[in-house]
């Protein structure tokens, strides 16, 4: 069964819009990433926070964990159309060896 | 880095056919992870190698199912006999070390059984 649950399945703006993402996952976890994926390509690694960490950023990206509600954000600022893609959160599940469980994704769809 | 090789890219083959994929992980990582995408399913997590050992098998859906790494540069999986259930795409990714870490995934093998 999936780890991650991510929400909303699909989402659509226009460029310049933020887009926000919500993962929700079940069990105690090291660490959750988020990952992108174009159409027909490979899975492209985005940002990784730890258990102990609230927030991080990386460029345009910011992303939140909230261990106590288990759940992260993704936030992409000043959307691209290049940002279309589908995202996904997975969860690094504790005691376990880098195990990625990965949840269903978010389809972003960022409107020229 | 060339970063993941799989292949073949594409495979269209009939049920009850041997199919193998084949990958080259990034020079230097030592962990290797067979995914399977499908739009029902998700990604899911069918193997993992460190430092050429198969971990956890346990994602592996059934016996027909094989994968094998005989040394750090090459990885199979291998599907005998094929069914149209295995229609997919199968991902590898490596990463360096044996904690949690960035995964690198390879483009894909997309299989379809006919």
């Known amino acids: 069964s999936q780890q991650g649950e991510e929400d909303p399945q699909a989402l659509s703006i226009q460029e310049g819009e933020n887009a926000t993402m919500n993962c929700s996952y079940k069990?105690?976890?090291?660490?959750l990433q988020w990952y992108r994926q174009n159409s027909g390509r490979g899975l492209v690694h985005l940002i990784l926070?730890?258990?102990?960490?609230r927030e991080k950023h990386s460029g345009r990206l910011r992303v939140t964990l909230d261990t106590s509600k288990k759940s992260s954000s993704l936030l992409i600022t000043a959307s691209r159309a290049a940002d279309t893609a589908s995202y996904f959160c997975?969860?690094?599940?504790?005691?376990?060896?880098?195990?990625?469980?990965f949840g269903a994704g978010t389809r972003l769809a960022v409107h020229p | 880095d060339a970063g993941v090789i799989q292949s073949p890219r594409h495979e269209v083959t009939e049920m009850g056919q041997e199919v193998t994929l084949r990958c080259k992980p990034i020079?230097?990582?030592?962990?290797l992870f067979w995914y399977r995408q499908t739009m029902m399913r998700g990604l899911e997590l069918l193997i993992y190698?460190?430092?050429?050992?198969?971990?956890?098998d346990s994602g592996m859906p059934e016996d027909r199912f094989s994968a094998k790494m005989p040394n750090a540069s090459f990885s199979t999986l291998k599907i005998q006999p094929s069914e149209p259930r295995d229609s997919a795409v199968y991902f590898c990714?490596?990463?360096?070390?044996?904690?949690?870490?960035?995964?690198?995934f390879g483009e894909g093998s997309r299989l379809t059984v006919l």
């Open positions: 990714a490596s990463s360096l070390g044996v904690t949690a870490g960035e995964l690198f």
């Open positions: 926070i730890r258990s102990n960490e």
């Open positions: 069990t105690s976890i090291n660490n």
């Open positions: 997975a969860t690094d599940v504790s005691g376990g060896y880098n195990k990625l469980i």
């Open positions: 020079s230097g990582h030592n962990s």
């Open positions: 190698f460190n430092n050429n050992v198969p971990i956890d």
